[in-house]
């Protein structure tokens, strides 16, 4: 066995004008942005699946301009989260994981579930909504994370709740919206939403190193030391991979900053 995961930097999405001078090369073509964007990252979050449906053959060609190991995180659509009854989600759940996304094969990473900043922890009405995700689809294995923002969700039995589904709990680090750092599910999803458009590396250095010694932690199957958990409950020590975006705040330098990062465990 590994003695410690993979441990993957990255951005949301890949266009963003203020991108072509702080990142992407003088006249590169919008169209092999991904492709020089992935040369230079390890994962991407892609945004777009939040807000409205693609076809098989978009999944297809964005599998094809990556390189092997390359991975795709996707923001499921708002219609499954953004409900008062998320057992009522299923056939929203099912158009999402059917639009295509197994044509990403290989490439296709965790799927996060974000709910609104609204949405209240309810435990039996969230446990509908957990019981809603399945598995695998068209014989690919599914990785689920969750991302709640309301402090309701910050209790002990909403980590249980999670684990007991085996998906992971998204750890953000925002100015406003809560952090849960307990490990629920065979990975870790971090988005570093604390970032500053005059910092070079989005992140000031001893909060980057920070962050490095936290993703090396749980990469190893530990539990960082500085990060408060809710529930004591010792997860199993295995090797998990790690996920980490830069997002939100700082967006202009993110790709600076996922580059910094990733280099870290070069």
């Known amino acids: 066995m590994s003695k410690s995961g993979k441990i993957r930097a990255g951005i ?40 409205s449906s693609q076809k098989p053959a978009t999944f297809a060609k964005w599998a094809a301009s990556v ?10 659509s708002r219609y499954c989260t953004n409900r008062k009854k998320l057992a009522e989600a299923e056939g929203s759940i099912e158009k999402f994981l059917n639009q295509g996304i197994t044509e990403l094969g290989d490439r296709l990473g965790p799927i996060l579930w974000q709910f609104m900043p609204t949405k209240k922890f309810e435990p039996d009405d969230f446990e509908d909504f957990l019981k809603l995700l399945p598995q695998t689809h068209d014989g690919i294995q599914l990785s689920h994370a969750i991302e709640v923002r309301h402090p309701s969700f910050v209790v002990p039995e909403f980590v249980e709740l999670v684990r007991r589904y085996g998906a992971t709990i998204v750890c953000a680090d925002h100015p406003e919206y809560p952090m849960i750092a ?73 790709p600076a900053g996922a580059m910094a990062l990733q280099q870290k465990f070069s």
């Open 182 to 254: 307990d490990v629920t599910g065979d990975f870790i999803y971090c988005r570093l939403q604390k970032g500053a458009d005059d910092n070079p590396h989005c992140y000031p250095d001893d909060q980057m190193d920070r962050w490095a010694g936290r993703l090396k932690t749980w990469a190893e199957g530990g539990a960082p030391d500085d990060l408060p958990l809710l529930d004591e409950t010792k997860s199993e020590k295995t090797p998990r991979d790690v996920f980490a975006f830069f997002i939100t705040n700082g967006k202009v330098r993110a």
């Open 67 to 76: 390189p092997e190991g390359f991975i795709f995180s996707l923001k499921a």
């Open 12 to 51: 949301g999405g890949w266009t963003f004008d203020p991108w072509n001078e702080s990142f992407y090369p003088d006249k590169l073509p919008k169209t092999r942005q991904l492709e020089y964007a992935s040369e230079k990252l390890r994962v991407i979050e892609v945004n777009g699946t939040y807000y």
